[in-house]
């Protein structure tokens, strides 16, 4: 049996076509940069779905399904509604995908028409899901959905109740972009484990929630804004860290398994975004404690931030609670973790690795009435 790598680190697992982590980051072999720059979410969901770009006549086809699927069944709704207060939004997300797949007709069907069907539904009744939770445990209304409006621009609307500046509609979409996908990251290789069992893709999905929760992965984004909003000046950055490092403490939002000797492009692309964003007193202070404590941390530790650094500010920004963070990643990570299953169920075979046996060797079973 082959050496162990602690954490599967290093190791390759499997084909993709989707994404890759080589050379910056590139989606079905377009740049990150150029996507962020020029591209809405929507055309991006479709690429890694599809695995091209859409032209005019598709893209407007595929805004016209993703509206239609934006119902959420009102069964849904209520549960949303019932839901104890204190239910994170990312876990009543995950709880609300997975009753999503009672009200699909398809649910259990794994052929491709079927998952590229489902996937698509999905995509429109995530940002319904997160922003109805959201209303409701606030005593609001829920806000209708607009097919008018960009895929951003809808979600941020059905928040906040409000139709978001060009600005942050634009900033939310550069986010939704880096987000989207990546590689064999922990809660997409969970998507596929589940999806290679012949499993479903609501299943796959829930289960790459599940995944993504935790705070070594996408939960990171609401611990930076903790984080950051501790630190009270540029000038204790530096105490910060370094009481954090003699404490074995990892601060969000910094270092990556594959990003280590080059930046994560998404943590360098969105920063420029948050510099954009920043007008107020509070946050232009806020960029400056974030440019301090990246400098520190490179100094003392040589690790970079990851792309969970910069979107903690720019949800802030965009008046989003931190609650909503991890959330938002998912919402974006929905393409990604579809477009995995759909590959993997194209041409699958079980997933099952070995494991290293490290228990007692082999050994004399004793009965019960002979142990005392
Ligand atoms: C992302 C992450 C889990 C990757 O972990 P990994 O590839 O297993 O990295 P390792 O555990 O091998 O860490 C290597 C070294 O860097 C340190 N390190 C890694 N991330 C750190 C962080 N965020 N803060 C402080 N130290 C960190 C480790 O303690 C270790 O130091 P050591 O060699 O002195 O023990 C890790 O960097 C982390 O916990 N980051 C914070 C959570 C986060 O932002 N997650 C989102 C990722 S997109």
Redesign the pocket.
Known sequence: MNKTAS?L?GLIAGETAISTLDHGLHYRGYALEDLVRDATFTEVAYLLLHGELPTQEALADFRAILAEAAEVPPAVVQLLQELPLHIAPIDALRTAISALAHFDEQANETGDTANLGKAIRLLGQVPVLIAARHRLTRGEEMADSDPELSFASNFLSMLTGQIPTARDERALEQSLICYADLEFNASTFTARIVASTGSDLHSAITAGVAALKG???GG?NEDVLDLLLSVESPSQAEKFVRD??AK??????????IYRDHPDPRAVVLKDTCRDLATSSEQLRLEEIADSLEAVMWSL?Q?RP???WPTARLYRMLGLDAELFTPMFAAARVAGWSAHVLEQQRDNRLITPRATYVGPAPRAFVPLRERG
């Not at 074995?248 to 398994?257: E, I, T, V, Y």
């Open positions: 954490g680190d705070p070594l992965h990171a954090a490092i074995k403490r990892r601060l969000a939002g910094f270092g990556h398994r530790k690790l990851n792309v969970d």
